[in-house]
């Protein structure tokens, strides 16, 4: 059954991947960018089938234009994918606050809005899925991806609300966790913070990783949009999805380290009850 997938950021990385792949299976795509020339390419392909919206997910007026336009031509939305975002590299120090504001309104707030946005139409037709990129390092982080971290840390949250809130309504949403994938992210979409020497050493490794491995990731956009329909097709559908090996490894290690710890601490973290309380329990 043909679908419409309405996908922010989709000029190129995740986002133009997955407008790919939404054309291949026979779909309807809206693709939206703050460049409209960005997304000539992906128009070209099936003209009949995609529309090209000049969007900032931080413009109320364009999200507002944007939704209403695509169910003024193609019914609604199926697929919803925020995937509009960037990163920071620098220790929390090094993060300049009016850096660490505009990251927050594009990757917390801008997805927040876009889906809001949306449900208002998504509710009425009591079907359709909200994908919302995170990253592994929505689940656990690094020293130098703390202020990228906590955007995602945040979506996540929303996001598991999000998911119990909208079910009643035959609506799905779904947080997608890729580790290091081969888009343009760590060549245009990483903004590296001014240095305070006193982090080289502590931070200078995660600086050299993040320059380093443009072009060299091992994970393929296109397989994750595969991965992505499939799990949006199953009859239970994951809250959430990790994509790659490292992903997939970096964050079961630190679910198992999250428990251990748990199991150690667990006797002191169970001793805070009022005395009353404690005894009735037992």
Not at 84 to 98: D, L
Not at 201 to 228: C, L, N, W, Y
Not at 259 to 275: D, I, M, P
Request: proline residues 4%; without cysteine.
């Amino acid at each position: 059954m043909r679908q419409t997938w309405f996908i922010t950021g989709a000029s190129s990385g995740f986002g133009a991947a997955f407008a790919r792949h939404a054309l291949e299976q026979g779909h309807n795509v809206v693709v939206t960018a703050r460049r409209l020339d960005k997304l000539e390419q992906i128009a070209a392909i099936a003209p009949d089938r995609v529309m090209a919206m000049q969007m900032d997910v931080t413009d109320p007026a364009q999200i507002a234009e944007a939704i209403a336009a695509t169910e003024d031509r193609f019914g609604g939305i199926d697929v919803l994918i925020n995937n509009a975002g960037y990163g920071i590299v620098g220790a929390v120090e090094e993060s300049p606050e009016v850096e660490l504001r505009a990251m927050m309104e594009t990757n917390f707030f801008g997805a927040v809005a876009v889906t809001q946005a949306a449900l208002p139409m998504m509710r009425k037709r009591r079907k359709g899925a909200i994908v919302m990129m995170s990253s592994l390092g929505g689940q656990l982080s690094f020293g130098g991806f703390g202020p990228y971290s906590a955007s995602k840390f945040a979506l996540e949250g929303m996001t598991e609300a999000l998911a119990q809130e909208i079910a009643p309504f035959g609506l799905k949403a779904m947080i997608v966790e890729p580790g290091a994938f081969r888009t343009e992210f760590a060549d245009s979409a990483l903004r590296h913070m001014p240095r305070i020497n006193a982090y080289d050493e502590i931070v200078g490794g995660t600086r050299d990783f993040a320059k380093g491995m443009h072009g060299t990731q091992a994970g393929d956009p296109m397989k994750a949009a595969s991965a992505i329909e499939a799990a949006l097709e199953s009859e239970r559908t994951p809250l959430r999805l990790a994509l790659g090996d490292d992903a997939i490894n970096a964050i079961r290690d630190h679910s198992e380290d999250l428990l251990a710890e748990l199991a150690v601490w667990e006797q002191v973290g169970r001793s805070v009850n009022h005395e009353d309380v404690a005894q009735d329990a037992a």
